[in-house]
């Protein structure tokens, strides 16, 4: 519109039918809401095929403020396997019917130094492995230490395991 002052007459109206063109302007403002409802649906997994085409009439749905999945308030249900007697614990975590709070919980497990750590450290210094302090390796294997079982529960200690 504006070059129409510098062109001749004739021109002028080819520029008001070229004006005319400007409809297509138009067009792209109805783009913002396709991306709009691009957007809109981030609880929609790619489960729906995603609107491509910019001419879609389709707006989201309005119950999409229902986004927020309902929370699942059940408790995780747990079943334990049948405990087994306190003389029996090895080196797993295993479910007890604990004697002091009469729980039945899974035992909690920590390592402590224990004879087969002394006996491996006190067996290389008599080899005469001593280089580099490398008899006191075995205070780091933890496949050498006793097993102390604490009852899940109440913490309390309920049993320990000796390797040797
Ligand atoms: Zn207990």
């Not at 095929?49 to 989201?60: E, F, I, Q, R």
């Not at 396997?81 to 039945?104: D, K, S, Y």
Request: some cysteine; aromatic content about 4%; proline content about 12%.
């Amino acid at each position: 519109m504006v070059n129409t002052q510098n062109t001749p007459s004739e021109h002028a109206h080819v520029t008001d039918l070229q004006g005319g063109n400007l409809y297509p302007d138009i067009v792209p403002e109805q783009e913002p809401p396709a991306y709009i409802a691009s957007t809109s649906p981030m609880n929609q997994a790619g489960s729906e095929a995603v609107p491509l085409t910019s001419g879609d009439h389709k707006k989201p749905l309005p119950d999409s403020p229902t986004h927020a999945p309902t929370p699942l308030m059940s408790p995780p249900v747990v079943y334990l396997p049948p405990a087994i007697p306190i003389e029996e614990l090895r080196t797993e975590p295993a479910v007890i019917l604990c004697p002091h709070c009469n729980t039945l919980s899974l035992t909690r497990i920590r390592h402590k130094n224990g004879a087969a750590n002394w006996l491996s450290c006190i067996g290389m210094l008599l080899l005469g492995i001593t280089a580099l302090g490398v008899c006191l390796v075995p205070f780091c294997i933890t496949s050498l230490k006793d097993v102390i079982h604490e009852c899940g529960h109440c913490h309390q200690v309920v049993g320990k395991y000796k390797r040797i």
